[in-house]
């Protein structure tokens, strides 16, 4: 082999490696579990002026062109109380070139910096060992909090693409470092899976509260998508987009399955979609509730959101073992069942009374003392309720027809008989070949 074979494939190898670094999801555990172990002092708390002031110097081109593209896609995708000014995202990107040759000495013993807001920056900026800076945005109107999560938005200064910027507190008496850092593994699992939301960088930094404590905050950074399906149980979409995002759905389900885990809070909410020209991207997201195969606690206990969880787990945990599920089969079926009521939510939206009943069969085993005939009663409504929203028969033509065979699959994924459900790998099936009869009409 001659020395420039060898070369070119030296340097084809170091730009794979290097490609391969920066995309690559990182957190470093240890770290993370040893930042929040330790009290969160003034020390930990970095600002502007925790870094080197160099002298002024002259913009150049790149920068100017640099803070301009930013500035544009602040505009697009970011909303903010107070409307960034270009000249702030100048200072901004002058800030970020003065503070690079600083981080490989700070990253000799972390695995981030958090450089805090103050008036001459105008945003956040979060550097991580893996290379990736983000600007954060953390004034964003659209900001919202949801469980013990709060979103923001953030753009990832090299690639220059929005991202979602979450916080978590750690005080918050609803965070379990556990359970976050057995979420994050989850993601890991699944890197690169286009079906199942990934995140990008994750680390605890610290903030300084207005009374002058501080406190610590993990930060995640993850794919921005256009919001999640809840939305469209208000505003049903067209048939051939509802099912193929439901095709999406079930696949991102199957993909969990198939490395040994159950998603276990499948509902429209933990899906997030994009839209992208004139197609939708839909993913699976929150796993904070998911449980692998391998775990202790598998099938042990019943969790999820009331409305979508399985009548089987009610019947399981009312009587006298108290589990969930017994094996990894039941687990699957569970996350079957969710799947399907999500789809009739969609499907049916607020004329879905099957949900209503769903929610009272649930609500029933999380009020303590729940009596098991209390339960056979309700799920004796659900089956009336079910056969009349998915009768057995076929009598439609041309789109109607349609709309009876995806009604008929959703009624299979919830029947109320075990026998008579359906699984995954034909739900997926099926809704292949809906997709293709409805292009074929259009």
Known sequence: MTRKRLQSIFTLLLTFALYTSSTYATFNEKQMREHLRSAPSEDTYYSLNRFPES????????????????????????????????????????????????????????????????????????????????????????????????????????????????????????????????????????????????????????????????????????????????????????????????????????????????????????FLFRLENANIHVVLADFGLSESRKSSEFGQYMCGTSGFIDLKQCVYVSSEDGVAFHDFKEGKEADVFSLGMSFAEILLGTENRLATNTRQVNDIIFDEGAEKKKVEKAIEKFKALHAEEFPNRKNFQGNKDILFRLRDLIGRMIHPEDNRRIHLTEVIERLGRLNRDVIRMK
């Open 55 to 270: 002298a002024q110097e002259s913009l150049t081109d790149e920068i100017k062109n640099k803070s301009t593209r930013i500035y544009e896609l602040v505009k697009k995708t970011i909303s903010l109380e107070l409307q960034v000014t270009l000249s702030q995202i100048i200072s901004i990107v002058s800030f970020i070139e003065k503070m690079k040759p600083t981080l490989k000495k700070h990253f000799e013993t972390h695995s981030s910096v958090y450089v805090h807001s103050e008036s001459t920056l105008g945003a956040s900026v979060m550097a991580y060992e893996s290379g990736r800076i983000y600007i954060v945005f953390e004034n964003d109107k659209g900001s919202v909090s949801g469980g013990f999560k709060r979103f923001t938005r953030s753009i990832e200064y090299n690639s220059e693409k929005a991202h979602a910027h979450l916080t978590i507190r750690k005080k918050s008496k609803y965070t379990k470092l556990r359970d976050i850092i057995k979420e994050l593994h989850i993601q890991q699992a699944f890197e690169g899976i286009p079906s199942i939301l990934n995140f990008l960088d994750a680390d605890v930094y610290t903030e300084r509260k207005e009374n002058g404590h501080h406190e610590h905050v993990i930060a995640i950074e993850e794919e921005l998508f256009d919001g999640d399906l809840g939305a469209m149980v208000l505003k049903r979409p067209n048939l051939d987009v509802m099912i193929d995002m439901f095709s999406q759905m079930a696949k991102a389900v199957k993909e969990m399955h198939g490395k040994r885990y159950v998603h276990r809070d499948i509902k429209p909410d933990n």
